[in-house]
């Protein structure tokens, strides 16, 4: 049985009726008639039966129907595969230059799921806020993740014409902190920055950024004082 036949039988069906199918596919109603009639006597099934509603498939019919709807889908497939237009698969390679920036698992599956993951090379580099514009100003990663504080978004700013570079702002936020439930300062529900201070806390690379918001902080705040532990 030819694939053609299959596309007959498959136009029949859902016409319902050989002349209307005939029509559709651009052939004489005999010439339709006969190639049923052939498949039929070949099976030694029906495949169609007359209905008041039109012609209908035959139990026999119906598992032909879908049968047959699978092989077009399948055969229209390889078919498309000789049209398409191959282009050559490049590297994608991606460079991230990240400062004080927890970066979450959802940012990098979406971007895998856009590229063959065969072809993906990600570099992340975590760093200062300094060395992470640096990276980009020197073409080394092609974005810089930061968190800043607003002393030194103010100077990126400054030196954003500088470096030609552009800068989005992704979110913006209070300070905040998490705290274990069975921490001292978890049930407050108002926590001063003189209470924190008694407490060890991580602290990132120093550079410039940081450094300006040290400065301008201990100006504005100047009975802060850190525990030595």
Request: aromatic letters at 8%; a positive charge; hydrophobic letters at 45%.
């Amino acid at each position: 049985m030819k694939i053609q036949h299959l596309r007959y039988i498959v136009m029949i069906a859902d016409q319902r009726s050989i002349s209307l199918a005939a029509k559709k596919l651009y052939v004489s109603q005999p010439y339709l008639s006969k190639i049923v009639q052939d498949i039929e006597a070949d099976f030694g099934k029906k495949i169609f039966e007359r209905k008041p509603q039109g012609i209908a498939l035959t139990a026999e019919g119906k598992q032909l129907y879908f049968l047959a709807q699978s092989v077009i889908s399948q055969m229209d497939a390889i078919e498309n595969i000789g049209k398409q237009k191959i282009f050559p698969k490049t590297k994608v390679k991606l460079g991230v230059a990240i400062a004080g920036f927890l970066l979450k698992d959802s940012i990098m599956l979406a971007f895998i799921k856009k590229v063959d993951a065969a072809l993906i090379d990600i570099n992340l580099n975590e760093t200062t806020v300094e060395e992470a514009i640096n990276l980009v100003d020197q073409n080394k990663s092609e974005l810089a993740l930061v968190v800043v504080d607003d002393y030194q978004l103010e100077l990126l700013t400054q030196l954003k014409k500088k470096h030609g570079i552009s800068i989005i702002s992704l979110d913006k936020g209070s300070l905040y902190y998490h705290f274990h439930e069975n921490h001292p300062l978890a049930s407050q529900k108002q926590i001063s920055i003189q209470a924190l201070a008694n407490y060890p806390f991580a602290k990132f690379k120093e550079d410039v950024y940081t450094k300006i918001s040290r400065q301008n902080f201990i100006e504005e705040h100047p009975d802060f004082k850190v525990a030595q532990k």
